[in-house]
């Protein structure tokens, strides 16, 4: 892979992810991504890919087969059944067919053989986030091990799927969307029952209890949806 960066382009929110174990590739790969515009981590590792996937939910990942602990097939299987989305592309030194049909059978975006092309690649890159656009879609939210999918209004902790209602789920939308406000429990009730909705304030401590319940490590003992006395709540994470 030849390095070729130029003159950085103006930032660009969307995030990636290269998870690569060879430091040489990884940081050209980084000089060229953010020379392009882009906001980027990197993980030398498979267990630490998973880790900021995980952390940060970023709108791609760059992903190599061949890595330490975890190999890159078993970092996508693990991110598809834990219902992270976002496009993934393979790289890959070994040649076999079957490394390509198991990735992309796994789930992955597209697969990029080594040695490759730099602006191949960031072609690639370009493609898979144009079909993924946030303007398209709205991204994913994630907190602790808690992860919202407010267009298919999924809710996974751990990989596995939360039965919510949909008042619940409306609940948890209007706070964590307020990352770090305090809402009152009458701005609760506009933006979630509706201003014709003659509910108590227990209604509210009621549903905040089921959400401490399913989504919260210690629901006695709550980290994320966080009572403020005398007014509302807040979601902190």
């Known amino acids: 892979m030849t390095t070729t960066a130029s003159k950085p382009k103006p930032r660009d929110n969307r995030r990636v992810l290269v998870v690569e174990d060879d430091r040489s590739i990884s940081l050209g790969l980084r000089m060229n991504l953010e020379a392009e515009g882009y906001q980027v981590t990197v993980a030398e590792d498979g267990d630490r890919a998973l880790e900021a996937v995980r952390a940060d939910t970023p709108d791609l990942v760059i992903l190599d087969v061949m890595l330490p602990k975890k190999n890159g097939l078993e970092v996508l299987d693990t ?67 808690v992860i919202i999918d407010v267009e298919a209004r999924v809710v996974r902790r751990a990989g596995e799927i939360v039965d919510m209602t949909a008042t619940e789920f409306d609940l948890m939308l209007c706070l964590v969307s307020e990352r770090g406000k305090v809402l009152s429990r009458d701005a609760i009730f506009q933006r979630v029952w509706g201003p014709n909705h003659h509910g108590t304030p227990r209604t509210i401590d009621n549903f905040v209890q089921q959400l401490r319940a399913k989504l919260e490590p210690e629901p006695a003992n709550p980290h994320h949806f966080l009572t403020v006395r005398g007014i509302g709540y807040r979601f902190d994470g």
């Open 79 to 145: 991110m598809r059944r834990e219902g992270l989305s976002m496009p993934v592309i393979v790289l890959s030194a070994r040649t076999g067919e079957i490394d390509k049909v198991t990735g992309l059978e796994l789930g992955a975006e597209d697969y990029v053989a080594k040695p490759f092309s730099l602006a191949e690649l960031l072609a690639r890159v370009r493609a898979a986030l144009r079909r993924t656009s946030p303007q398209s879609r709205p991204r994913p939210i994630a907190f602790g091990d």
